[in-house]
Structures are given as C-alpha cells and as structure tokens.
C-alpha cells in the first residue's frame, strides 16, 4: 500500500506539468487504492462542527469508504496523542486523519508525527495558511463569539468586560479546558487580547487574569460548554467559535432562543489545520479524504456549517458560493477588527494558558 500511495504522490505532483489527464489518472488510482484499504479513521470531529456530519456523509457516499469515528469530543491536543499511543498498531484506535489549531501543526510536524501529501488544490491555498512542504495546512477559520441562552440572560453582553458583571453569576463558559482544547485556549487568548487593549504579548497572560476574576466573582462556570448544557442552562454563556455557536443555533431552533454575538473588541480569528498522521494505517484513504475535503465540494460542506474555508477568497473570486450560502453568515462588519494571530504569538499564548490556567485561575473544567 505505501508503494503505492508513493507513486500516487508522485504522480499528482507531476500534475503541474502534464496537465488535467495526469489528474484524471492519478486521482483514479488514488480512489482505487482508497477503496482496498475501505476504511478512514478520523478523530475529535463532532457532526455540529463546521458541518463536519454532511462532509462525512458526502465522503462515505461518493467513495463508498467506511469512516471510523474516534471520539467527537477531543481536543487538538487529544489527537497528537493519539497519535503517539498508537504507532505501529493497525487497529480501530488508530487515527489516519487530524484537524488541530494551528499552533498544533508545525509542533506535531518537528515530532516526526505528520506525513506530507499536497492536495490536487495547493495551489489556492493561502501561503500563510499551509507547510510549504505539505506536512500541514489549514481547512478553515472563524472568530471567537458569545452564544447565549436569552430565556436565561435578559441584557445580551456585547464586550469581554460585560461578563464580569454580577448578573451573569454562575454563567459563563468555556467550550472545552484550556490545558488542551484549542478552541478554550484562544477563549482565552481573546478575552486577554481584549483586556490588552489589543496588545498580543500581554493577551495570554490577561487571559489568564481575566478568568481569574470571572471565576472569583462566581461567573465562570467550569463545565464544557455544548448546545445541549446552553439548552438546559447548566451554561447560559458559551465561549465558542461562531461557527459552532451558528450550528448549536440552528439545532436548538428556538427553543430555548439564542443570541450569538461577535464581541466588539478581542475579536480572535482561528484557522485550524489538517493533517495525515505518519503512522495512518489507511494512507491512501486519508489522502483521498484530504482531496474531498479541499475539493470545491468539501470546502462548501464547510461553508454550509458556517465555517469559512480557507480556500473561501478563490471560490468567491470564481462565483462557486451559492448567494443563499452567503446571506446566512454573520455580517462582514462583526469580523472587520479580526486578528489572526501568527504561528509564534499563538505558541507563546498557548504557552502560557495552557500551563499556567490550574495555577492562576484554579478552575478545573470538566468535559
């Protein structure tokens, strides 16, 4: 099988230079050698997340290749040692496939963790947003957002500093724990961003004190914040991507009704990444999976999951978003003071947040 997956590398890199009939051929092949192996094991990827549920079912259709799915709750860091609890064995808990923060790409690529594959798409994705060498590259993007339970919130918060009042008691939460879940820490990282005033070097560290103060006052509620604990009101505030608060949205479809809000200041962008492990048992599986995904059809699986693709300025440019798909994201306006933080300031926040949360904030967040 690794022979094999070797030429199909080869040969889609020789796309460059033959033209679309090396494609056709290289990607029949790859579809061929996908479908011997008959099975893609994917981890951390929960069906309301970016619309992750219709992209796998849109795979499992089109190729007729099983999809075994390894915990939907994971966090980024979850995943890496998955990786690393499985090397060598073949089984069922072995994941081919990883979707990170990014932050978690280049550190699991300097462990010799990744195996590089370039997408038949490369081309179109954004320098900034991939390993030159293929290792990794980003899939999508969003920003930090509120989602907030309005049976139980009368005044919607609109900024970071509203949380600290003493009428969101006992309400607010994380969407996962800041030791290892990206989408806590750039929570985090946001709320500090905002109490920076914007100052990216200081943004882990009043994170931190921020949280800290949240949880003094009896504000923070150390609980995973999911649709489901929205609904019930265990977490009447989520902190979360607003692609995911978007989705939890349309779930609950009004019962109870949610508010999701884009904050005025702190806004974080997030892009994730997605990689093929070293060690995947199903190879050739996990590439095509990476084609379907960087494909107009899975980018736009994304889309419908209110997750921006990170090829979303070329499908754009090209007319390939359906105007229906566009007038139901947020308004541009909301994502005008976006920061998307570089490699190096997300490693030194993460850095900080994730080891220091227990010592300064002292909240274990329960899954």
Sequence with gaps: MKTNGMRLTVSVLALVASGSMALADSMDDLVAAAKKEGTLTTIALPHDWCGYGDVIAGFKAKYGIEVNELNPDAGSADEIE???????????QAPDVIDVGLSFGPAAKAEGLLQPYKVSTWDTIPDSAKDAEGYWYGDYYGVMAFMVNKDLVKTVPNDWADLLSDEYANTVALAGAPQTANQAIQGVFAAGLSAAKGDVAKAGEEGLKFFAELNKKGNFVP?????????????????????????????????????????????????????ISAYAPHPNAAKLWM????????????LKGYCHPIRFNDLAKN??????????????????????????????????????WNDVVGAEVAK
């Design 82 to 92: 998955a990786i690393k609890a499985n090397k060598g064995n073949t089984g069922p």
């Design 223 to 275: 609980v995973t914040g999911k649709s489901a604990s929205l609904a019930q009101g265990t977490t009447p505030i989520i902190i979360a991507w607003d692609y995911n608060a978007l989705s939890w949205r349309d779930v609950l479809a009004g019962n109870p009704p949610a508010e999701v809000v884009i904050p005025k200041t702190g806004v974080v962008a997030g892009v994730y990444v997605q990689a």
């Design 291 to 302: 084609e379907y995904l960087y494909s107009d059809e899975g980018q736009l699986g994304w």
């Design 319 to 356: 007319g390939k978003i359906p105007q229906d798909l566009l007038d139901k994201l947020p308004p541009a306006a909301a994502y005008e003071k976006a920061l998307f933080p570089t490699l190096e300031q997300q490693a030194a926040a993460k850095e900080v947040i994730a080891k220091q």
